[in-house]
């Protein structure tokens, strides 16, 4: 299966981010990857709704969208989406989960169900008919700039591992949170798919995008 990056839009120049976009465009970045936060799931605010509909209308790199507010399901209908988009919610974020990735099937898009460092992989397990990505989150979500937790590596192993025994290799593995050259190395080779590139290895100061983009190809 081919590796795939997500770019971290909340990392990017945001006085400047037309011109990013553009150049992640030539990057032939796969996924932009849009932080939602409300100040109560997590204690950050970041990008919104607005700003993906608008996105909608200038770019064909499909978005990947990483709700990380309670009770996701009030804002779905916020969004316009394709069948090409990701929505991913947190399984801790709402009592009915289940419900609300039926909603999100019933869109038109591809559903993701992300789950918190302390959160086990079997709660994952009843609910993958309804699930097209997973997302392993490799630090405690809300902000950039953080180190990977301890346990990431042998969790996106074990989560490689079960989707495997319940017959789910069609579900993409992503991973989120100091994604660097070498721990998306490592985690590659766990088994991860779709990587989130942030502050640790896309948006750097002395790089170009299409430059660091390219580098982290190279370890996948
Ligand atoms: C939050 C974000 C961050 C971040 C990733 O979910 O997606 O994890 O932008 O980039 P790093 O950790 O490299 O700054
Ligand atoms: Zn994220």
Redesign the pocket.
């Known amino acids: 299966m081919n590796k795939m990056i997500s770019a971290?839009i909340?990392?990017a120049d945001l006085l400047n981010l037309e011109k990013a976009i553009k150049e992640l465009e030539t990057a032939g970045i796969d996924y932009l990857?849009i932080?939602i936060m409300d100040g109560d799931f997590v204690p950050n605010i970041t990008l919104g709704f607005d700003l993906i509909n608008a996105l909608k209308k200038v770019t064909d790199i499909p978005l990947d969208i990483?709700m990380?507010v309670k009770n996701p399901s009030t804002f779905i209908d916020r969004m316009n989406l394709d069948e090409n988009d990701i929505l991913c919610v947190h399984y801790e974020s709402e009592i009915h989960i289940h419900r609300t990735l039926e909603m999100i099937k019933n869109k038109g898009c591809k559903a993701g169900l992300a789950i918190n460092p302390a959160t086990p992989l079997e709660n994952v397990q009843y609910l993958t008919d309804y699930i097209d990505m997973l997302l392993v989150m490799t630090?405690s979500?809300?902000?950039?700039?953080?180190k990977l937790y301890k346990g990431a590596e042998r969790k996106v192993a074990d989560a490689k591992s079960k989707l495997h025994e319940w017959g789910c290799e069609n579900i993409l593995i992503e991973v989120?949170?100091?994604?660097?050259l070498p721990n998306g190395e490592k985690l590659s080779r766990k088994g991860a798919d779709i990587f989130?590139?942030?502050?640790?290895?896309l948006f750097l100061k002395d790089k170009t995008l299409t430059q660091a983009a390219e580098d982290f190809r190279a370890v996948l």
């Open positions: 971290s909340m990392c990857h932080d990483h990380m630090v979500p809300g902000f950039a700039g953080q989120d949170g100091n994604i660097s989130v590139l942030g502050t640790s290895s």
